[in-house]
Structure formats: structure tokens, C-alpha cells
């Protein structure tokens, strides 16, 4: 090959080279670490404990939370923290809470005396090291939860027996051996402590057999002693437990277990007006609000998405008198979109001006929406306003194209009402 070509050759691949690199270079500084502050804080309790303590974001001394407590939280953190994370984005479900992982990675063997045999001294440091730290610090309520699974479970029942009104709820998964023992302390407990209140959330695997005796003992106290007033659900199995035996019990805990404690929070949200006649109507929904205001110390109004589902079923099938009592009870529903949807119910029942009103509004937000000009327009021209609704219809133009079928009837409006003038 001439030595010419081959330098040519040469000189292609080694522009081309940087080329290639130096674009890749430029692609590569776009990528740049954004570090944010660890929201998990890691606290040292002992040689061989720490806690690892999660407080939503946007917290507040003012603003008191739940507590869960996590044994084992090297493994279960993130799934603790998880259903209010996923269940807090657009929508209500969850509430706060803070969640206080107990990691006990470095205990390795000897995890299973500490929450066995040796459970007295965990139960101490719960009751007057781990708690008390966490009340003075954080923006707790005094509500608290604890999860465990296996070992964790069982201890869970332990620390119930010892200390009764320390833990509200509890979420034990693939308790192996809830002890006579234990059964015979729980019972004693039962019998002495009426009003308890507590709620306990068991799960099993499908495969775990072996302890089903005894969860079916423990559920059947909590039935015979009715003055304590136990609230339990017994979760026998999850549907992923039959191809992953016990292992997914704490997953099943802490998204149905807590969506089950949870279930007097979340907002509501009705699906028709039959909904809201067997819910018990607005007496029962606002007694709902203000239930939820003392348990979660949250504001006992009616919330937006409540307040929205019941006016739109009710202008959905034109009753206008249920409208009407609804805000008698709720206040003057403030329209914050379906602006035309809203405006056209109005103008059904003759409410002009809360119909221009609502299109005034949507205007604001949505300028061109030349559909919301034109409806104004004709409500405006109903009235014989005839140089307000001219002004409808050319801002109605602005955000249309010639192209639009809609342009020409604009145009033709305009000129019929300049006409009319």
C-alpha cells in the first residue's frame, strides 16, 4: 500500500479516535454524584447494638408520629420505610411514622440467645435504654409498633408479656415456638389487663406447620379474653410463601400488616353515591375525620379527596339537592379542576354565576383552553353581555389554528355578535 494511502488511513482513524473520545468525555460530564444527607441516622447503643433511626422528611418537633420498632433492621429497613414512602406520593394512605431499626449484625451467633433465653436483658434495653432515647429526641406519640420475624417474633410476645402497654402494635412473622410458657404469661396478662387495645398481626408460611398449634393458641386467648381487647388478624399464608417458604413473611407484615393497623387513616375516596349511602353519609365520614384527628393527631377536616369524590358523584348525576347538603354540612366546595366538568353542572341547575366563576378560575390556571373562552362566551351571550363574549371568543381564537374546526365557528361567532352590536 503507497505510504500516502496509509497515512491517510492513519490520520482517519486518529481524528476519528478523538472525536469519539472527546465526545464521549463531554457525554461523561453530564454525569456528575449528587450526595444527599443520609435520612437513616446510625446511633450506637452497645458494643455489639445500634440503632439505625429513619425520621420523614419535612418532620417536626410540632408534628408527633408513630414509632416502629425493627428488630433485625440489617435486613427489614428498607422494607419498614417503604410503605409510607410508596404510599405518601399523590396520594394519603400511609401516615408518618418513624421507623427505629434494631441492627444486630454483629451479635451473629449469639442473636438467638439475646432474643431467646437471654430475652430479659433485651427487653431492658428496650425498656429503659432504646425507647426512652427515642421519645426524648424524636417527634414520637407515644404509639408504638414492632416487628420481628422468627427469633424476633418470639421475642415479641416476650416483651408483650413483660411489659404489656409498651407496645401498641405488634407484627410478628414466623414466630417457631411461641412456648407453653409464654402461652400461659400471655394468658395471665389477659386476665389482669382489661382495655389493652393492642393489635397483633401473626403471619405464617404455608410450609410452617410445625407452629401453627401455637399461633392458633395464642389467637384463641385473645378471643377468650374479650375485656382486654385485643385487635389481631392471623395471616396463614402469603401468596409467594408456597415457592419461598417463610422468607417473605416480613415483606407480607409490613405491607398488609401495616395497611391493616393502618386502615383507619387512609383518606377516602368513594366510587359512587351508593358509596357514600353505605359508608353512613356525611355524619359517619365526618366522624371518620375526627377519629382519625385523635389517633394521628392530624386535622379532623374532611379531606380534599373525600370532599371531591362526593361532589363529583353527586354532579355526575345531576343532583343538585344532594350538592347542596353536602356543602351545607362541608362548606362551599371550592373547585380546584374539572373546571368545565363542574361549570356545565352548575349551568344544568341555573347557577350562572358559580358557572362563570368556575371557568374564571380554570382560566387562570389553563389560559388556553380555548374551549373554557368559548363556554364563557355563550353564558355571556345567554345574558345578551355581548362585548364580553365577543372578547370570549377572540381569546378562544388565540389558541386555536386556522386548521381547527373549531377556528371557523369562533370567527363566525364573532362576526354574527359584531352584527348583533
Known sequence: MPNKIKITILTLIAISFVFVNERAFAFG????????????????????????????????????????????????????????QSLRFGVNISPKYIVVGINTEKLEASRGALLGGDADNMIALMENSIVPYIEENYPSNKRRMYFGWQFGAMFGIKLFNANPRLIEG?????????????????????????????????????????????????????????????????????????RYDHHTTPLESLTHGLEWYFSDYPDLTFHSIDDITNFGGVAAIKAYYQN???????????????????????????????????????????????????????????????????????????????SYWADLASI???????????????????????????????????IRLNDVL
Open 292 to 370: 382519625r384527628a385523635k389517633r394521628y393527631q392530624v386535622s379532623s377536616d374532611v379531606s380534599e379527596q373525600s370532599k371531591f369524590s362526593m361532589f363529583r358523584h353527586a354532579a355526575q348525576v345531576n343532583d343538585y339537592k344532594l350538592f347542596m347538603s353536602f356543602e351545607q354540612e362541608l362548606g362551599i366546595y371550592e373547585i380546584t379542576g374539572w373546571y368545565r366538568f363542574f361549570a356545565q353542572f352548575f349551568l344544568k341547575n341555573n347557577e350562572i354565576k358559580r358557572a362563570k366563576d368556575t371557568y374564571k378560575k380554570g382560566l387562570l390556571e389553563y389560559p388556553e383552553k380555548h
Open 29 to 84: 460530564e453530564h454525569f456528575k454524584e449528587i450526595t444527599k444527607p443520609n435520612e437513616i441516622r446510625h446511633i450506637r447503643v452497645t458494643e455489639d447494638i445500634s440503632l439505625d433511626i429513619y425520621l420523614p422528611p419535612g418532620s417536626n418537633r410540632s408534628e408527633l408520629l408513630p414509632t416502629l420498632y425493627v428488630m433485625d433492621s440489617q435486613h427489614y429497613m428498607y422494607n419498614a420505610i417503604g410503605y409510607q
Open 170 to 242: 405488634y407484627f410478628l412473622a414466623s414466630g417457631q415456638n411461641y412456648s407453653k410458657e409464654q402461652q400461659g404469661k400471655l394468658e395471665d396478662n389477659l386476665k389482669k389487663n382489661s382495655g389493652l387495645g393492642s393489635y397483633f398481626y401473626l403471619s405464617l408460611g404455608e410450609m410452617e406447620h410445625h407452629t401453627l398449634d401455637g399461633h392458633k393458641a395464642i389467637t384463641s386467648l385473645f378471643e377468650k379474653y374479650k375485656a382486654a381487647e385485643i385487635n389481631w388478624k392471623f395471616s396463614y399464608f402469603d401468596r409467594f410463601s408456597s
Open 380 to 414: 355571556y351571550e345567554n345574558q345578551q353581555d355581548y362585548h364580553k363574549a365577543i372578547d370570549c371568543y377572540q381569546n378562544a381564537l388565540k389558541y386555536t389554528q386556522k386548521s381547527d374546526l373549531v377556528f371557523t365557528k369562533y370567527k363566525q361567532n364573532v
